[in-house]
């Protein structure tokens, strides 16, 4: 399903893989609930430069790191390599507005989220 008709992943699949890098990180390392969470990450802004093509089922290495980082938002940035490459493939931002999961207003990240995140500040 990643490939498209000209044999790379299609870039819309990028974002997914960017989606998937960052909720794993804050699902293992800042202890995010998804399932029953008062506070949810809300996409609110992503972007995507591209390099080179990617192809299943090459596998990709992924790194991550925090722009900036707010009382409710923070901004990633994530670059998407060819395993063992030392060039991007892509390069993309993803910003997150925490919510709180009944209402949807913006809201203070949770401590351990806060935490995790600290340690990828650029």
């Known amino acids: ?3 498209d008709l000209y044999g790379h992943v299609n870039n819309v ?9 960052i909720n794993e990180y804050l699902i ?3 202890g995010l609930d998804i399932h029953a969470g008062a506070a949810i990450g809300y996409c609110v802004e ?3 430069r591209y390099m ?3 192809a299943f089922p090459e596998t990709i290495d992924a790194g991550l790191r925090v722009a ?3 009382k409710s938002s923070v901004r990633y ?3 998407l390599f060819r395993q063992g ?3 991007a493939a892509a390069l993309g931002s993803f910003v997150h507005v925490f919510v709180g999961r009944d209402d949807e207003r913006p809201t203070a990240m949770p401590a351990s989220i806060r935490a995790c995140l600290e340690r990828l500040q650029a």
């Open 77 to 79: 940035e994530i670059g």
């Open 13 to 21: 699949v990028y974002y997914s893989y960017f989606d998937t890098v």
């Open 52 to 54: 080179a093509a990617l």
């Open 46 to 48: 992503s972007q995507c």
């Open 85 to 87: 490459q030392a060039s």
């Open 68 to 70: 900036h980082l707010g």
């Open 28 to 30: 293992r390392e800042g």
């Open 1 to 3: 399903m990643d490939n």
